[in-house]
Every structure is written in structure tokens, then in C-alpha cells.
């Protein structure tokens, strides 16, 4: 695997990339890999392409009071990780070439990133959708894989792609989940040994709530009885909405695929969840 640090450098590999012939995909990350990572690149190397893995923890994406700080920084770790999958290339741009002196753009989608994530951490997918568009520009990849743990930032790439005619395809990769259901997270390090073991809550709150909504019982009261189980728990909530799967809004016509999506907090650890609903009967 190479290991990449300069535009320069990554347009000559890419290159030699496209001269082979081969696809290339793209999964763009933060670091501090896990096995939901792993899937990624794994799905991605099924299809055959040439894999560039990107790492960058993007402060445009962090809020003022937000973890960018402490944010887990595993560079080697991650390195060795994404040799042993079988990653191709590792781009690790430095903040500086990322966003060197004078950066004055921002991209901003409407609609999809408004609500629910979008509401609670103002800025956050501007910052998102930001950073993803240069990683596409830099590496130009066919395809860029994205975990479904984060529905919300998946269906905002969707939207800047299909606007700004990126002509990538974008494939969402199901949430990896510990034994107990809890899906797989970075930030899942931050926990402490009780608010691991609370923590599957989460998961919890939400499958009951699918199902019953599922089976044909009330959204509202299936989301108040998710809602109590998670401060039950211990959880401060920001969030359980059940949307449109594709516009995330509230709005759900009648045989549209619907998502329960889920944001809470234990201490000062913020996780998230969402579940597919399946349609009824
Ligand atoms: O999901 C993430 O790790 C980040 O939001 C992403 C897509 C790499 C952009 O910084």
C-alpha cells in the first residue's frame, strides 16, 4: 500500500491507476479504523477496483464545542489496518493542502441536511459535503463507498452528487454492530465501561420502535416509548424522527421507504443510529 501525502504525488499514483485499466474506488474516512471501516474496503475490493482510503480528521466539520480536539488519532494503526485489507493507496493530506491559505468555498446542500443531524450541529454537513467534494475532485474515483451509520451524511452526498453531476456512484455500506447491537463507532473509545454497557440502549430503543411501527402501531407513540427508554438509560436525547428514507423528511407518502434515525448522548459522548422500517405486513 502507498502512502500519500502531496496532490502531486496522489494525481502520478492515481494515474497509474487509470493506465492499468483499473476502476478505482474511493472510501474516505477519519481514522481511528474499525471494523465498519474494514467493510468498506473490503466491499470495495470485491468489485475489483483499485482502493484509495482517505484519512482526514476535517475541522470544518467539527462545531466550536464539538471533539475535533480529542477526536482519536491512530495514523499507523489505521495504516497497518488498511495494508492488511488489501487498501491500495492511503491518502493522508496535511490540513495545509487540504485547505491551504485563502480557502474561501463552502458547499452547502439544502433540504437533506437541514434536519435532525443537520439542526443539532449547525455547519456540520456544510463541512461534510465540503471536504467530500475535494476528496472526489483530488482522487476522482468511479465509486466511494460510505457507512449507512451515518444515513443522514450519506443521502447529503447523494444530493451534491446528483446536482453537481460528480457522475460517481455512491454505495452505502450496512452499519457494522458490536455483538450487543451497538453500531460501530470511533467515538465509541470515549465511552466508559458503564456507558458502554448503557449504550445499547440505543440500538435497543430503536429495533423495538421499527418493529412496532412495523407491525402496524402508532409512529408517534412507538418513537415517545424509544424516547423514554434511551432517558431511561441514561441517554440525553437530541433526536428519534422516523422519515422518508430519501428526503429525511417527515413527510412519508404512502409505500416510500422509511428510516427510523436516532441521536443521543451519554456524558459527553454523542452517539447516533438509524434503522430501516420495513413496510407493513
Ligand atoms: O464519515 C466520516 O468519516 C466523515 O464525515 C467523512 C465522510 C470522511 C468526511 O470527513
Not at 463541512?127 to 476522482?140: D, W
Request: proline fraction near 5%; hydrophobic fraction near 45%.
Amino acid at each position: 500500500m502507498q502512502t500519500i501525502r502531496t496532490l502531486d504525488a496522489l494525481r502520478s499514483a492515481i494515474a497509474d491507476f487509470r493506465s492499468d485499466g483499473a476502476g478505482i474506488a474511493l472510501v474516505p474516512t477519519m481514522g481511528a479504523l474499525h471494523s465498519g471501516h474494514i467493510a468498506l474496503i473490503e466491499t470495495a475490493r470485491r468489485q475489483g477496483r483499485k482502493v484509495v482510503a482517505s484519512i482526514f480528521v476535517n475541522p470544518r466539520q467539527f462545531g466550536p464545542n464539538e471533539d475535533l480536539a480529542r477526536y482519536p488519532r491512530r495514523e499507523a494503526a489505521d495504516a497497518r489496518m488498511l495494508s492488511e485489507a488489501g487498501c491500495d493507496l492511503l491518502w493522508l493530506p496535511p490540513v495545509d493542502v487540504m485547505y491551504p491559505a485563502g480557502f474561501a468555498t463552502n458547499i452547502s446542500v439544502s433540504g437533506v441536511s437541514e434536519g435532525l443531524d443537520g439542526a443539532a450541529r449547525p455547519g456540520h454537513f456544510d463541512g461534510v459535503a465540503t471536504v467530500v467534494a475535494k476528496l472526489f475532485n483530488q482522487v476522482r474515483p468511479d465509486v466511494a463507498l460510505f457507512g449507512e451509520k451515518d444515513f443522514q451524511q450519506l443521502a447529503v452526498i447523494r444530493r451534491m452528487v446528483a446536482d453537481l453531476d460528480f457522475g460517481i456512484e455512491i454505495e452505502g455500506v450496512p452499519t457494522q454492530r458490536d455483538d450487543d447491537g451497538l453500531a460501530l463507532s470511533s467515538r465509541n473509545v470515549y465511552l466508559e465501561p458503564e456507558q458502554r454497557a448503557a449504550a445499547v440502549a440505543l440500538p435497543r430503543a430503536l429495533g423495538e420502535a421499527a418493529r412496532a411501527i412495523a407491525r402496524g402501531d402508532s409512529p408517534a407513540d412507538a418513537l415517545a416509548a424509544a424516547r423514554e427508554s434511551l432517558i431511561a438509560a441514561g441517554f440525553v436525547v437530541d433526536y428519534v424522527e422516523l422519515v422518508d428514507a430519501a428526503t429525511l423528511t417527515s413527510d412519508i407518502a404512502e409505500d416510500r421507504p422509511r428510516r427510523l434515525l436516532a441521536a443521543a448522548r451519554l456524558g459527553a459522548t454523542r452517539l447516533i443510529d438509524n434503522l430501516d422500517v420495513p413496510a407493513q405486513g
